[in-house]
């Protein structure tokens, strides 16, 4: 496959495919990594991303960094704080909480 001439369609499809293909042989690892990433959540999210691209002239990547924080439900949500001396710890807000909230929250947690 050339993927530099591909559009990003395209390019989704074939990893898709390729996806579905490793299925077949029965991986279970395969398998599971498909549940997810061929779900129907994560497959609209591409698509909303994939029409965002048509629209953007730009070819700047940004990948947001969604990592440190993870929605639970509509009334909250785990933001993981990584500290510049190495601690690492989650805290969970309401999901419209202050930057106010968030900081009284981390210095009770570090005993600050």
């Given amino acids: 496959m050339d993927f530099d001439t591909q559009s990003p369609d395209s390019i989704h499809s074939s990893l898709c495919s390729y996806i579905v293909e490793q299925t077949k042989n029965g991986n279970k690892a395969w398998n599971q990594y498909a549940n997810i990433f061929l779900s129907k959540y994560i497959q609209d999210d591409i698509e909303l991303k ?3 691209l048509k629209s953007d002239t730009s070819t700047a990547l940004v990948i947001p960094n969604n990592n440190k924080r993870q929605r639970l439900n ?3 949500i785990t933001i993981t704080i990584f500290c510049m001396d190495g601690v690492t710890f989650p805290i969970e807000l309401e999901f419209k909480s ?3 909230t968030l900081k009284t929250k ?3 947690t ?3």
């Fill in 50 to 52: 994939l029409n965002e």
């Fill in 98 to 100: 202050t930057v106010s």
């Fill in 74 to 76: 509509n009334d909250s």
């Fill in 106 to 108: 981390i210095s009770s």
């Fill in 110 to 112: 570090r005993n600050i």
